[in-house]
Nanobody, 126 residues
Framework: LQLVESGGGLVQPGGSLRLSCAASGFSLDDSAIGWFRQAPGEEREGVSCISNSGAWTVYADSVKGRFTISRDNGKKAVYLQMNALKPQDTAVYYC????????????????????WGPGTQVNVSS
């Protein structure tokens, strides 16, 4: 059971990136997927989470209105569209799976989330 993130890179402030979280070895149909990020020297934080059907999504206040999470279970993928990027969005972004989002996606230790990917680096800088 493995998740792999991709789509990171260097972008100027105000720019956009779309991150992908791809599953191998299992179906995503029964899994909620969370996106998380960790900046150097800081604690990992929850960014967003989407239910297994995609009907329910939730966002951290810091990204609400700028980021959009979505999924395509047929492609076994979850996406994070990031618009209006700010330098403070710079971090390594991770995805992980759980049976549901609940409230655990918001805070360390993100109980129940597993199959963490290796992460993808996002740098927002001019």
């Amino acid at each position: 059971l493995q998740l792999v993130e991709s789509g990171g890179g260097l972008v100027q402030p105000g720019g956009s990136l779309r991150l992908s979280c791809a599953a191998s070895g299992f179906s995503l149909d029964d899994s909620a997927i969370g996106w998380f990020r960790q900046a150097p020297g800081e604690e990992r934080e929850g960014v967003s989470c989407i239910s297994n059907s995609g009907a329910w999504t939730v966002y951290a206040d810091s990204v609400k209105g700028r980021f959009t999470i979505s999924r395509d279970n047929g492609k076994k993928a979850v996406y994070l569209q990031m618009n209006a990027l700010k330098p403070q969005d710079t971090a390594v972004y991770y995805c992980a799976a759980n049976t549901l989002c609940g409230t655990q996606w918001r805070k360390v230790p993100f109980l129940g989330f597993s199959s963490w990917g290796p992460g993808t680096q996002v740098n927002v800088s001019s």
